[in-house]
């Protein structure tokens, strides 16, 4: 392998960490957290230099920008979670055995992370910072769209690590090329875990050619169902923000599925999103209901490819049901088991959708702009993660450990 000194190097820093003090991983976490503030112009800078070769019209330029704004977000962030407990040590679960032997069940690190990921620079912040203090290394592979702003975040983490004398490769940095992210899925015995954090596309390459457990993360096709009972300014107030708060985050709204009974409403409803320019693609129902009450240019028919399809933009689609048990048969079909939500003061409607809906996280009568580690109380997070095995949902510090079974005896031999 082209890397294998590299990911050698990892392998060896993931055990000098675990024998790092909590207390240490605390003040290395503080002191990036201040040296991150303190480079704030650098960063602007490096990021600058990635912005500048993507159209602005482009959905992933609001996700490749770092301003100063954003920069304190990552640096509270990161102070959040060197607050938090370690995950590390826990007994969940612990027992004598009718032969005499003591079992007990401890949380350990994952050991090495590696995290594929698109045009986000935070992730690389967020990513380190919950490894470290979660006792795990970590080999980041970032998109070409963010290469500067990633070799400069990783660049300023390894001064801090350096200022610790801790190993600098306890956390690196891949080559942003194909080759380097197909390296990576083929180092077996050296990354325990591979999580990618993107778009569908990222998620299946890495799923069908790792070689590596995978978490998969990311891709959110995103629904909200409008119940016939509905509060209608409770209702209009929560779209808006589930699909405009930032239309390029994994949380953000795709589809409404309009009961009925509440098309009249729709324009009212809606007139948020106009003031947004947002495009609605609507199907017959929802399109007869708001032509001449939303603007012309921003109303489409739906077709077939309008749902199911994560927009990342300011565009939304319009399904109209007769009843529940349709809205649900829907998203069963559209769904990628990211986020989904109802509107209804009917709480029997509310418990079915939240007891039915198979996704990782169900609302009831709130936006789904709270699908986010830091909205969650987990200080950051390395992806949302939409699978079954091991984790679910916002990914955090527990969400990056292991357990390990742990045996004492005395002289105990099985017959």
Same mark, same amino acid.
């Given at each position: 392998m082209k890397h294998q000194h590299l990911f050698e190097s990892v392998n060896a820093a993931s055990h000098e960490l675990a024998r790092v003090p909590c207390e240490v991983v605390y003040d290395l976490l503080t002191e990036l957290a201040n040296e991150l503030v303190?480079?704030?112009?650098?960063?602007?800078?490096?990021?600058?230099?990635?912005?500048?070769?993507?159209?602005?019209?482009?959905?992933?330029?609001?996700?490749?920008?770092?301003?100063?704004?954003?920069?304190?977000?990552?640096?509270?962030?990161?102070?959040?979670?060197?607050?938090?407990?370690s995950p590390l040590g826990k007994i969940t679960e612990e027992r004598f055995m009718p032969n005499g032997l003591f079992l007990s069940k401890k949380s350990v690190p994952f050991g090495v992370v590696g995290v594929i990921y698109e045009a986000r620079p935070n992730v690389t912040f967020d990513v380190f910072s919950l490894c470290v203090r979660s006792g795990n290394a970590c080999i980041l592979k970032g998109g070409s769209d963010a290469r500067y702003s990633n070799e400069a975040a990783v660049s300023l983490i390894k001064k801090v690590l350096k200022s610790f004398s801790l190993n600098t490769s306890i956390c690196e940095l891949m080559p942003a090329d194909r080759e380097s992210s197909l390296e990576m899925l083929n180092a077996r015995g050296y990354i325990d875990v591979i999580i990618p954090r993107g778009s569908r596309q990222l998620i299946d390459f890495v799923a069908e050619n790792s070689k590596i457990p995978v978490i998969e993360t990311g891709a959110g096709i995103v629904h909200t169902y409008l119940d016939e009972t509905a509060d209608i300014k409770q209702a209009s107030s929560i779209i808006n923000n589930a699909k405009t708060r930032r239309v390029s985050v994994c949380n953000a709204l795709d589809c409404l599925i309009v009961n009925a009974g509440q098309l009249n409403n729709l324009p009212e409803i809606l007139s948020p999103l106009a003031d947004k320019n947002v495009t609605v693609y609507a199907d017959k129902p929802s399109y007869e209901v708001l032509k001449g009450q939303y603007p012309k240019s921003l109303l489409e028919n739906a077709t077939n490819e309008s749902y199911g399809t994560e927009f990342l933009s300011y565009k939304i689609a319009v399904k109209t049901v007769g009843n529940i048990e349709e809205a649900l048969d829907h998203i069963r079909k559209y769904s990628s088991k990211h986020s989904e939500a109802i509107i209804s003061t009917d709480q029997k409607n509310i418990d079915r959708f939240l007891d039915e809906v198979d996704? +990782?996280?169900?609302?009831?009568?709130?936006?789904?702009?709270?699908? /986010? @580690?830091?909205?969650?109380?987990?200080?950051?997070?390395?992806?949302?993660?939409?699978?079954?095995?091991?984790?679910?949902?916002?990914?955090?510090? +527990?969400?990056?450990?292991?357990?390990?079974?742990?045996?004492?005896? /005395? @002289?105990?031999?099985?017959?």
């Open positions: 303190h480079q704030t112009s650098l960063l602007i800078a490096e990021n600058a230099r990635d912005l500048e070769r993507m159209s602005n019209a482009d959905p992933k330029y609001d996700r490749l920008l770092i301003n100063e704004e954003r920069i304190k977000v990552i640096a509270s962030d990161i102070l959040h979670v060197a607050a938090l407990p996704a +990782a996280a169900v609302y009831a009568n709130t936006s789904t702009a709270f699908t /986010d @580690g830091g909205q969650f109380g987990l200080g950051a997070e390395v992806g949302i993660s939409t699978q079954k095995l091991h984790a679910r949902g916002p990914m955090g510090l +527990a969400e990056l450990t292991s357990y390990k079974w742990i045996i004492r005896g /005395d @002289g105990q031999i099985r017959s």
